[in-house]
């Protein structure tokens, strides 16, 4: 099991910053790749970053050149800086973690921390 717990959500002006951290505890040894993830009302939730284990990152292309994922492994955390804010980056923000392997494969949520982008 992994527990995850985020923080860091607000309300920020167009063109301005957040920064997103997420906790883990629990199973950490088991996590292959830790996310952030994005849903509006009525809408499908949208991969925005990913951090693999081994540091690879990638994003989701609205974001890229704004936002970068990044982990400290020593504190167990993984930060979503976004900068550059838009108005249609509103969005409640999860973290995710994807752990173990085959039949034991999890996902693992956060809770969700509020981000509002004001024009």
């Known amino acids: 099991q992994v527990q995850l717990v985020e923080s860091g959500g607000g309300l920020v002006q167009a063109g301005g910053s957040l920064r997103l951290s997420c906790g883990a505890s629990g199973s950490i040894s088991s996590i292959n790749a830790m996310g952030w993830y994005r849903q509006a009302p009525g809408k499908q939730r949208e991969l925005v970053a990913v951090i693999t284990s081994g540091g690879i990152t990638d994003y989701v292309e609205s974001v890229k050149g704004r936002f970068t994922i990044s982990r400290d492994n020593a504190k167990n955390t993984v930060f979503l800086q976004m900068n550059s804010l838009k108005p249609e980056d509103t969005n409640v923000y999860y973290c995710?973690?994807?752990?173990?392997?085959?039949?034991?494969?999890?996902?693992?949520w956060g809770q969700g921390t509020q981000v509002t982008v004001s024009s």
């Open positions: 995710n973690a994807d752990a173990g392997y085959g039949p034991q494969r999890s996902s693992y």
